[in-house]
């Protein structure tokens, strides 16, 4: 399988990056789904560099344009860890190749995903070599729970946001990853945003910088 590639933002500072954040999209989607969330979290971040990888595989349903981490054609929980699971190395990969790229440490680099986005943050970022700064998961779930607690590699901070009208992953799946999360010992922060379906809006933003800010101690 081919390595990741996707879009790239410098800092807004116009200085070298001092932060690492990579954005991974969700289902059918590719890198540049993403792309509008950079200038907003630069507000925040102004020494931060972005990166919107393209998930690996064509998409099911419209291979000719749209992108997947891994198929989800089957909710079955085994099929859908197995998936996650495949697809996770080849991000970590990714992350890693950045970062040698940018001359940052793990420490240096946040996972942020929406939807399947949030649920290969949650399973990749926990999981990485060496621990990251954080993870913010946006409408997405936590796969493979049962091992969470011996695959983690560190303490990395998780911040969840959710809409609480969202019928395409219910919000239900986030409030499982927060209790999944806490009994790993994971610190968590949580938003649910009412009134919100299966989207990112300024509340989610808002959260996610302040988190950000305080992860990378800006």
Do not use: K
């Not at 349903?61 to 992108?67: D, I, L, Q």
């Not at 495949?86 to 001359?103: K, M, S, T, Y």
């Not at 990749?124 to 997405?140: I, K, M, Y």
């Amino acid at each position: 399988m081919a390595a990741l590639d996707g879009p790239r933002r410098a800092p807004r500072s116009g200085g070298p990056a001092r932060q690492l954040v990579v954005l991974c999209h969700g289902l059918g989607a590719d890198g540049n789904a993403l792309i509008d969330l950079a200038p907003v979290l630069a507000q925040g971040l102004p020494d931060a560099a972005f990166v919107f990888p393209h998930a690996a595989e064509p998409y099911e349903e419209t291979p000719e344009f749209g992108r997947q981490w891994f198929s989800m054609a089957d909710h079955t929980p085994a099929v859908l860890e197995a998936g996650v699971r495949r697809a996770a190395p080849l991000l970590g990969q990714f992350i890693d190749a950045e970062l040698v790229r940018l001359n940052l440490s793990a420490t240096d680099c946040a996972l942020l995903g929406f939807s399947q986005g949030a649920m290969m943050v949650l399973h990749a970022g926990l999981r990485h070599g060496t621990p990251l700064g954080a993870v913010l998961a946006f409408s997405g779930a936590l796969l493979g729970t049962a091992g969470l607690e011996r695959e983690i590699t560190g303490h990395t901070p998780v911040l969840l946001v959710h809409g609480e009208l969202d019928d395409v992953v219910p919000i239900d799946r986030s409030r499982d990853a927060e209790r999944a999360l806490r009994a790993a010992g994971v610190p968590v922060e949580s938003l649910w945003c009412p009134g919100l379906d299966h989207s990112i809006d300024e509340a989610g933003m808002t959260a996610a910088i302040g988190f950000l800010r305080r992860a990378f101690a800006v």
